[in-house]
Each structure stands twice: as C-alpha cells, then as structure tokens.
C-alpha cells in the first residue's frame, strides 16, 4: 500500500472510532452497576450482567411502546405505500393539466415546515378525537409522507414502457385491472425505498407523537424513552439499558434492510 | 353520448386512484396550513372557543420581538454551521470510500449508523458522555472539561457536534452516488494528462458533483433550519437563550405560553424564510452545474 493510502485509512478508522465511541459508552453503562461506574468509568465490568435491562424492562413498559411504535409504524407506511402508488400511477399515466396541478400540490406542501402545520393538526385531532388513538396519528403521516411518496412513485412509473398496459386494454382489462395484474408487481423497487425511507422517519419521530400519543398507553418508544429518562435521570445504568434496548429494534432493521436504505437515498437525490 | 361516458367511466378510475392521497394530503397538510394561516391574524390562546381578529398586529410585533431576532440568528448560525461541516465530511468520506479503502463498506455502516438512532436517544447519550464521559477520559491526560451544553458560549457547539454525528450518513450515500456517476474514461484521461489526486478531484470530479452539492445543501441547510427535537431533548433552548431555535420557540409560544395566535405568526414568517432559502438556493448552484 502506498503512504497516502495507510494515511487515510488511519484517518477514517480513527474516526470510525470516534463515531462508535458514544454508543460504546452507553453499551458499558447499560452493562454495569452504579457502584462499578463510580469505581472505575472505563473498565470492562466483571461478568455479563443483564439487571439493568431486567429491571428496565420491569419498570419502562417498553413491550406496550414497542407494540405502539411498530403498530403506528406499519400502518402509516401502508397508507402510504398504498394512497401515493395509486395517484403516482394515475399522474404519470393522465398527463393532463388537472393532475400535473395535483402533482404541483403535492410538491409545494412538502415545502410546509411541520411548525406550520403543528398547532391546527393539534386543534383539528382534539375535535375529532384523534389524540391518543394509533389511527389518529397513522392519517397524519400518511398524510405527510404521501407527498414525497407520489413525487417517487410518478416518477418510477413515467419510466415503465405502456405497451404491455395498452396490450391488456385492447384484450379487455379493466384500469384497477391492469393495475394490480400488471403495474404492482413492476412498482416493488420504488415500494422498497418509499417503504424504508418512511419507516425509519416515523419509527423515530418525536414531535408528533409528544402531541398526539401523550397518554402512556399510547407513547411510542422514542416518547417512551423522552419520559423514561427524565424519570430516571439518577438511575442512569438503568436508563442506559433502556437505551439500548430502544436502539436494537431500529439498528436491526437498518442492518438488515440497509440496501434498500442506501438506494433509496441515493434515489431521493437523484428524484429531487 | 354514449362516447362521452366512456370517456367519464375511463377517467373515473384515475380520479378514483387520487382521492385516497388527495384526502390524506388535504387533511394532514391543506387544511392545517390554510386555518393556522387564519390563526396567526388573530388572538387566540390555543384553548379557548373565541378568538378575535387583529389584523397584522402579531406580523408587526414579531418584526419588533427581539427574541424572535435572537432565535433566527440562532437558527441560522447553528444551521449554516451545520450544512457546512456536514458536507465537507462527507464528501471527504465519500472520496474515500468510494473505491479507495479496505472495509469500506463497514466503514459506510459505521458512519450511517448514527443517523438511524431516534433524536431522543443521540441527545441523551451525547449528554451523558458530555458531562461524564469525556471528561473522565479527558482527565487520564490531565485535562479538565466540563459539559459544553452548559456553557452559554458553547451549547450551540456540542448541537452542532451532535448534529454532524448523526447527519453524515445520508450526504455521504448521495454523494458515493455522485461519484459512482463519474465515467471512469475521464478520470482515466485527467490522469495520463499528468494530474495529480487534488486535481482531479477540482477539476474533474467535483464540478460533476455539482448536483449532489446542490442536493445536499440544500436538505442539510433546510433541515438544520427546523432543527427541533434536538435541542428540545438536550438543552431546551438554555442555558438562558443560547440554544433557543425558531422551531423550539415556535412551540413554547404556542403551548407552553398559550400565544397560539402569535406563534401561528411566528410559523407562517419560517415557512416564508424557508420557501425563500429554497428557492434562492437553488437558483443559485443550479446555474453552476454542468451538462454531462
């Protein structure tokens, strides 16, 4: 290897561990006792000990945040997936000025800073009774994710040749016909994207759900946490352990689907 | 006749397929935008059933409140900051990692990684190595730190530290993908011509970067801009205003203080400064793009 080559992989390796460190700290916090941190910040502890996430699991309620979050989650993502392929298809494929109007529409709100939007949708939940509720909340991000989502189906779908389309119509299809027999399957590309992208904003969004998932019954894991720790700020290896439990459900998906992540990003750019 | 509903049965499906996103989008985003925009002209407390129009009182008080001048000095300093650091890094990473390193893809994943943990979580771990964990480990070299989320004159530093943390990842993919768009035939050539790593890297590659530069600032700088739960979780605006950000005092105004209609106000002026931001930025780097 040549001199500069050794340099820079020093250098990012270097930062590779500067990147990993903060999450190294609140791994060994979650493993130790309040005692062992006190004696020793950095040592290793002893033995593998679990108490903390015992007792974290004990006292958080986290199965009912995790059921929470990933309830909100797929739901929203569904709505999703399902309202923008819909009007992505009927846009790309009606190049008419009403629905290159519709298209405009949705471009412009997502220009609209959720600041704007938070106070009447607070207002607007309350009269209609959609706070602490799981569909309440999952309408509002289907509403807030269909926009990018129908800027990424239209343009996936402008890019599918029609002939095999026209060729289902002269025998006969139906259009919702032709859409679930032959456009669906061809959509699972952008659906992957639309799908991760969305999952990974609403899994960890914060503002929303401290507005309309106040009641403990219904607080998702990152407003589960926001509570959680400002409870326990003096127990910390307990809250630590909290932590990480709440890290491990989002990390394996991005580990698993981290692909999908990466070219949906890539494609995003690319889109906007 | 008989054509023209043919035609009307035809074009129903199409309707038919935008309704559900059209309903979704008029419920989440239209209606909100158009009756909070009704808000910010009047009183209203966020409570209360009455409320009175006052016309652009709360646009002219906003112009005079000085701590709405602070929180967008705040929020640009922290968020051009930001935009800046961020995408020198990552581009920085994404040269590297391009084609360059061994490990690189676990490289890629360590430098993502950050970016998928909750706000809530980065915050309270930051916070945590602020006060205790750097410090112990800054004490086996004799120095003495203490957290700089409680120093007036650095709380605005450790947010941007915490914010680059998570932030790199996403600008680092999009730009791989940039650079992933080069042709290998023009590096190639820029090479044999005599030009060296740097060079090719000014005059090569980074003018064809342009539209993953605009790309970036652009949803770096507009995204640092409406920067909320970070410093909500974190300092909460403190210590006294020094972190105090549009976003965070948005909703202070509107909820903590029941000035619903002056925080309305308030958001509508962002959302103004954030079309304008768009608009002019993009103006801007669009023309300094070049044709492939």
Sequence with gaps: MRPTRVLAFAFVALLAIVFLFPLYVALLMSLKTAQQTFQSFYALPPGLNLSNFVSAWQTSHYPTAIVNSLIVTAISVALIVFASALAGYAIARRNKPFYNLIFVLFLSGMMVPFQVTMLPLYKLGKSLHLINTHWGITLVYGGMGVQMGVLFYTGFVKGISREIEEAARIDGCSTPGIFARIVLPLLKPVTATVLVLNALYIWNDFLLPLLYLQDKQYRTIPLQQYFFFGQYSSDLNLAFAYAVMGMIPIVAFFLFMQRFIIKGIAAGAVKG | ?292
């Design chain 2, 1 to 292: 006749m008989a054509q023209w509903k043919r035609n009307l049965r035809g074009e129903m499906w199409y309707l038919l397929f935008l309704l559900p996103g059209v309903l979704l989008f008029v419920m989440a985003v239209l209606v909100p935008l158009v009756t909070g925009a009704r808000y910010s002209f009047t009183d209203w407390d966020g409570i209360s059933p009455k409320l009175h129009y006052t016309g652009w009182e709360n646009y002219a008080n906003a112009f005079r409140d000085s701590d709405v001048w602070d929180a967008l000095g705040n929020t640009f300093r922290y968020a051009i900051v930001v935009t800046i650091i961020v995408n020198i890094l990552s581009l920085f990473l994404a040269l590297l990692l391009d084609n360059y390193l061994k490990f690189r893809n676990g490289f890629r994943t360590i430098f993502f990684l950050p970016g998928v943990i909750s706000t809530v979580l980065s915050g309270f771990i930051w916070s945590y190595n602020y006060s205790q964990g750097f410090p112990n480990l800054l004490r086996h070299f004799g120095l003495d730190v203490t957290s700089p989320l409680g120093n007036p004159d650095y709380a605005m530093l450790g947010l941007v530290i915490i914010a680059v943390w998570q932030g790199v990842g996403s600008p680092m993919i999009i730009y791989i993908a940039g650079l992933q768009g080069v042709p290998g035939e023009l590096i190639e050539s820029a090479r044999m011509d005599g030009a060296g790593a740097l060079r090719i890297f000014r005059s090569v590659k980074l003018p064809l970067l342009a539209p993953s530069v605009t790309i970036n600032l652009l949803l770096v700088l507009t995204g640092s801009l409406k920067v909320f739960d970070l410093v909500y979780v974190t300092t909460n605006g403190g210590p006294g205003f020094a972190t105090e950000v549009i976003a965070t005092s948005i909703y202070k105004t509107s909820f903590a203080n029941y000035k619903a209609g002056y925080g309305m106000a308030l958001s509508m002026i962002f959302f103004l400064i954030l079309v304008i931001v768009t608009i002019v930025q993009v103006a801007v780097f669009r023309r300094r793009e070049v044709e492939m």
